[in-house]
């Protein structure tokens, strides 16, 4: 959830695609009706603060 600049209500990413193995885009829409505002966001995973307890395999990177 990221709160809509224009009036500050709540928002539902409706949709969403990946543009890399870290990185994806976003399209938003506001929850407020009177509002409607809609807008596209990038997300991106930057580092690990706390090492996962698990012991798995590393996830493979796409090629």
Do not use: D, F, Q
């Not at 928002?11 to 543009?19: D, F, I, N, Q, V």
């Amino acid at each position: 959830m990221a709160p809509c600049e224009v009036c500050g209500a709540k928002s539902t990413a409706r949709s969403s695609y990946r543009l890399g193995p870290r990185t994806r885009c976003l399209y938003y829409t506001c929850k407020n009706p009177e509002c409607g505002h809609e807008w596209v966001m990038n997300l991106e995973w930057i580092k690990t603060t706390r090492p996962s307890r698990l012991v798995c395999e590393p996830v493979a990177k796409p090629t």
